[in-house]
């Protein structure tokens, strides 16, 4: 199975600074099957980007995916408070899908 | 909007067994994969089973296969995941989640809320 291994764990930034999160796969990800959550507290989880770079319906365009193969970013530019959440990369390309550890986002 | 709702989650001890249930509307039910995933405490993701919009196919993860029965009913627009022989480390919250397409597991959604199980004696 692939592994999906997320960097930073946690980040520290402040309102207006742009966040980049990083997932990288042990294997190529076929396609760019690549899908960023975000998971609130008490919150169902929230689809942000799929297919490496498309935005899902209602994502603020502050929220960016790029990528290939192996490694992947999740963007997000002019960083607001309600954005401290924990952010999952997930691959759909191969059985079984996987999602990599997580990255911790605060806002100070 | 889309709207998940799970119920059936509790304590259990282990080796016992248990079924989860997730209601769906304001969608076309029979025309997506439907999955569980589910979070332990402080911990990550972790997709546990998925099944195809004609019941025809299922999947599961190495960690619950043999164990979990995924299933679905799609006059009742119902989504069920039959779990035995638990173990403490089957504790976590437990997702239904819609998927993008038909056939397989994909990318997810929409989300339910979430049901919690607690395995312990």
């Known amino acids: 199975e692939i592994v999906l291994t997320q960097s930073p764990g946690t980040l520290s930034l402040s309102p207006g600074e742009r966040g980049t999160l990083s997932c990288r796969a042990s294997?190529?990800?076929?396609?760019?099957?690549l899908a960023w959550y975000q998971k609130k507290p008490g919150q169902a989880p929230r689809l942000l980007i799929y297919?490496?770079?498309s935005r899902a319906t209602g994502i603020p365009d502050r929220f960016s995916g790029s990528g290939s193969g192996t490694d992947f970013t999740l963007t997000i530019s002019r960083l607001e408070p309600e954005d401290s959440a924990v952010y999952y990369c997930q691959q759909y390309g191969s059985s079984p899908n996987t999602f990599g550890q997580g990255t911790r986002l605060e806002i100070k | 909007e889309v709207q998940l709702l799970e119920s059936g989650g509790g304590l259990v001890q282990p080796g016992g067994s248990l079924r989860l249930s997730c209601e769906a509307s304001r969608f076309t039910f029979s025309n997506y994969a439907m999955n569980w995933v589910r979070q332990a405490p402080g911990k990550g993701l972790e997709w546990v089973s998925g099944i195809g919009g004609s019941r025809a196919t299922t999947y599961y993860a190495d960690s619950v296969k043999g164990r979990f029965t995924i299933s679905r009913d799609n006059s009742k627009n119902t989504l069920y995941l039959q779990m035995n022989s638990l173990r403490a480390e089957d504790t976590a919250t437990y997702y239904c989640a819609k998927d993008y397409q038909w056939e397989q597991p994909f990318y997810f959604t929409s989300w339910g809320q979430g049901t919690l199980v607690t395995v312990s004696s």
């Open positions: 294997q190529s990800v076929r396609s760019s099957y």
């Open positions: 297919g490496a770079s």
